[in-house]
């Protein structure tokens, strides 16, 4: 008697599918140079600023156990990045900053992403008074500044890193949820949508079985893309003083070069190292989001 395969589970073939697609998109995403040297180069600066406390003390920064470094001294062999106005390294509060600059950038941009990503499928797929009333939700908060309101909640809570993601997560997430919107009536239009409708299924069973796998390639490509933005927010809050004060940060670090006039005092490097690691991590992350949004989108995949 001839043995027969054991029939596989419908869960196990959407695994294998999912393997499958996750695969096709790794090999993709290789093929873009531009997304791989903006991914190389976040792959260092994270490593980095996971290992400062190993590669730099947080005795380092304790100005008390500083007596005798010179102030103001330019990038040298000893002073690879130069020192600040209190004798302490910049190369050493580039590090720790970079960890409270990307903890704020991926906390914010996951709360952006989470609301925009609800609040989008659920005026996507609901219609009517409920529908029509989260749409204005989100042009009002499209058409609201979001900078002016970030540094309204920042100056209403306690100062904090915390506070700074809620501010910063709070006031971005309408443009990812009026993407998600546009792809939500989309998806809802297509006959396996409606077939499940038809069968009886409700709410929940359309929303997370067909809406959210459908919507998750076009969050990722955003998310990419929101955590510069919010990086820059970021940094735009410390440099106005509305950071803690007690940690650092790339934003705090430009505030205090400009606390002690360093861009007209000829202490360039104060004012360059920070603005330029600004730079360079958006554009990476800028870079990573272009590539995932030219594989996830098919229009600019066909280009």
Known sequence: MSSQPALRSPQAMT??????????????????????????????IIVLAALAPVLAPAWMLDVTRLDGAPRFAPPSWEHPLGTDHQGREIWVRMLWGAQVSLVVGFAATAMSMVIGTIVGIAAGHFTGFWGGLLMRLIDFFLVLPSLI???????????????????IGLTSWAGTARVVRSQTL???????????????????????????PAVLPLVLANTTLTVGSAIIAESTLSFLGLGDTTLQSWGAILKNSMDVSAATSGYWWYVLVPGLAIVLVVLAFTLVGRAVENIVNPTLRNR
């Open 15 to 44: 695994w294998d599918r999912r393997r499958a697609a996750f695969a096709e998109f790794c090999r993709e995403f290789a093929r873009h140079r531009a997304g791989m040297i903006g991914i190389g180069f976040l792959v260092v």
């Open 186 to 212: 989309s998806v809802e239009s297509r006959d396996y949508v409606e077939r499940s409708r038809v069968l009886g299924a409700g709410h929940w069973h359309i929303i997370v079985k067909h809406l959210l």
């Open 149 to 167: 309101l970030a540094i309204v909640l920042s100056s209403v809570l306690s100062r904090g890193v915390w506070t700074i993601v809620i501010a």
